[in-house]
């Protein structure tokens, strides 16, 4: 009995040391592979670091011949992880002296992405005529993105007047795997931000881009807001509604600022009853950038990520007391030095922002029955020049 105890036993532990070495071996097997894609990762990035501080044109880095071992897969202390998402920052300027314009705003850009591993991209648009025809600029930057995406699982999309106030904060926070583009909703007005934008590599991101790029060849001769106009509409084509017919009246009648927030209006309660399943619209103070002259300049870290400011509204707000020194910021332990009197309150910043949201909330009510108005009114002409029915009868 006690022989056949010591044989069970002596079976048992032989099986339990191969097992041992059967997940050893695969383990092993794994962290090489992983381990070899990280060296690769490694020299990319030194690569890439190299670049950051330059405008790159098409010929200097080609995002199509971008290697997938560009992003960067980092090991825990304890255990591997799955290797990062390849996340990249465009910004796609007119011309290379445009940089200087937005010196600031880019640079903080370019001191986070080397801070979180992301690589920045500034491509110029007159490298990309062949390939993106558009004339417009606001136009040709989607198709480039499209071209670029093909490199990344990610991409923020960003105009070049936005710039980071949150060094700390980060994009994936802000990604859904279910969807393939992320827009977020302007807080003082009622349009979809055309000027920046999560997109996912999918087909239909491509799909989406190249067919916003090339709204440029349908506009109606209108004041149609240029790719801010367009995005409504081809946001909507992509679950068609039958109330996009009105929709399209009044972006054909649309002659200042005014007239086409009637048209945004329109778009945008569409959007409440039907959206595409590829696309979410992130609403007020959701997104992670917002106009920073909405507070003038202040801003608090628990809320906020990065500000915009276009040149139509103010210049763009330098939250920092000193510069960033791009040679340092792809220190972890890198803090910026950020304007003390910039930073108020949580709830200081929160209620002022819901005094915006309030009043351009009732604005919208406003157009929205101004909207319906017209409807009724158009409904009632129609029937009179057609039957010949008293408008009394309506």
Request: hydrophobic share 40%.
């Amino acid at each position: 009995m006690l022989k056949k105890q010591l044989l069970a036993g002596a079976v048992l532990l032989i099986g339990a040391v191969n097992m041992f070495y059967y997940y050893l071996e695969g383990y092993l097997i794994r962290f090489m592979q992983m381990y070899e894609s990280t060296q690769s990762t490694f020299t990319m990035r030194a690569t890439f670091s190299a670049s950051f501080s330059l405008s790159v044109g098409r010929e200097a880095l080609d995002p199509e011949a971008m290697p997938a071992s560009a992003a960067s897969a980092d090991f825990g202390p304890n255990d591997l992880q799955i290797p990062a998402l390849k996340i990249g920052i465009v910004t796609v300027l007119g011309a290379y002296g445009d940089r200087a314009k937005y010196q600031t705003a880019m640079s903080t850009m370019e001191c986070y992405a080397l801070r979180h591993n992301y690589t920045y991209l500034v491509l110029i648009a007159t490298d990309y005529r062949k390939e993106c025809a558009q004339k417009d600029v606001t136009f040709q930057r989607h198709c480039i993105v499209a071209k670029a995406l093909g490199s990344f699982d990610w991409i923020l999309f960003v105009d070049a007047d936005i710039g980071v106030v949150n060094e700390n904060s980060k994009l994936e926070k802000f990604l859904d795997s279910t969807k393939d583009i992320i827009f977020y909703s302007r807080f003082f007005n009622h349009e979809i931000m055309a000027g920046s934008y999560l997109v996912k590599r999918s087909e239909f991101s491509k799909r989406f881009l190249h067919g916003w790029a090339d709204y440029e060849f349908s506009l109606p001769k209108s004041f149609h807001g240029r790719d801010n106009g367009a995005i409504h509409m081809w946001v909507v084509k992509q679950a068609p509604s039958p109330d996009l017919e009105e929709c399209e009246e009044l972006w054909n009648a649309a002659k200042d600022y005014t007239s086409l927030s009637y048209y945004t209006v329109c778009c945008r309660q569409i959007l409440q009853k039907a959206i595409s399943p590829n696309i979410k619209i992130l609403e007020k103070g959701q997104g992670w950038a917002r106009d920073g002259w909405l507070t003038n300049g202040h801003w608090n870290p628990e809320i906020d990520f990065m500000q915009l400011d276009g040149p139509q509204f103010f210049p763009w707000f330098d939250t920092l007391s000193s510069p960033v020194i791009i040679e340092e910021c792809g220190k972890e332990e890198l803090h910026w030095n950020h304007d003390p009197h910039l930073i108020l309150s949580k709830v200081t910043i929160l209620q002022h922002l819901d005094k915006w949201k309030k009043f351009v909330d009732k604005d919208f009510q406003l157009v929205a029955e101004k909207i319906r108005g017209r409807g009724r009114s158009t409904k009632a002409n129609t029937l009179v020049s057609r039957h010949g029915v008293s408008k009394n009868d309506i």
